[in-house]
């Protein structure tokens, strides 16, 4: 049984990187990049559950933590480029292009 | 047997947001239906025993990030004609999962080759505040503090990144 909850949070992380190769709407890959990390987060709980051990809790928690600031600083990065080019497209965040 | 038939209703929920957030056109669809996964991973949280965690994901992923994400998107007022427009997104789509499909059987071989237990509830002393928070600041004392720093400085950076810059001008 608690292998179905692996197999969920593969499953999820699947779609996560999906999201991310395939679409090109910023707030979407975003998203699709937590929705890979609250599958991590599940995957530890899973072993946490399943060795009866709470360090995968707390690393569940860390991982909150550090999703939190990583939504804090990205949503400022795309209201900048938003301010700058006036569009939501990953295409034309090209700046750094050589 | 109960909390068996909650963990699929779960899951098929969460992989029915999952899909919804790669598949609908306008973030606002996607963010609602990335609500849903979120939620129901909380649900999977409490049935993992996993009570700490469950209201953490709760207050802070469906709580504090979607909506700080559905702010933004509304901040921005995204119309349908600003959205990018997707034309290969079905070639990317395919392609992904051509990808995807090999490393995604092969890892669910592994893991199904691991031992397994019952996914019972287990009862007290495991999961709480009190034990979460005692292995938290005697074993994990150190990652937490780099954790804090790390959100000081994203506090700062999103201050200085998004903050007026009219003085400089």
């Given amino acids: 049984m608690i292998q179905h909850y692996l197999i969920l949070s593969i499953i999820l992380f699947c779609l996560g990187i999906l999201g991310v190769i395939s679409r090109r709407n910023v707030f979407t890959v975003f998203m699709s990049i937590e929705l890979m990390l609250n599958a991590a987060n599940l995957a530890f709980i899973t072993f946490s559950r399943l060795h009866l051990s709470m360090d995968g809790q707390v690393l569940a928690l860390l991982v909150m933590a550090v999703a939190a600031a990583e939504a804090a600083l990205a949503l400022a990065v795309v209201i900048l480029l938003h301010k700058h080019k006036g569009n939501l497209d990953t295409n034309v965040f090209s700046l750094l292009k050589g | ?169």
């Fill in chain 2, 1 to 169: 047997m109960f909390a068996e038939w909650l963990f699929y209703v779960f899951s098929v929920l969460s992989v029915l947001g999952a899909v919804g957030l790669v598949l609908f056109r306008h973030p606002m669809s996607g963010a609602m239906s990335l609500i849903v996964t979120m939620i129901s991973l909380a649900g999977l949280y409490a049935l993992l025993s996993a009570k700490l965690i469950f209201v953490l994901q709760l207050i802070v992923y469906a709580g504090a990030i979607m909506s700080l994400i559905l702010f933004i998107i509304m901040f921005l007022n995204i119309q349908t004609s600003d959205l990018p427009e997707e034309k290969g997104k079905l070639y990317f789509l395919a392609g992904g999962v051509v990808l995807l499909l090999p490393i995604a059987s092969f890892l669910i071989k592994v893991v199904k080759s691991l031992p397994g237990s019952e996914a019972t509830i287990v009862g007290k002393g495991f999961g709480g505040v009190k034990e979460v928070g005692l292995v938290l600041f005697q074993d994990w004392l150190l990652p937490f503090e780099i954790v804090s720093i790390l959100l000081l400085v994203s506090l700062i950076g999103a201050v200085v990144l998004a903050g007026k810059r009219r003085v400089g001008k």
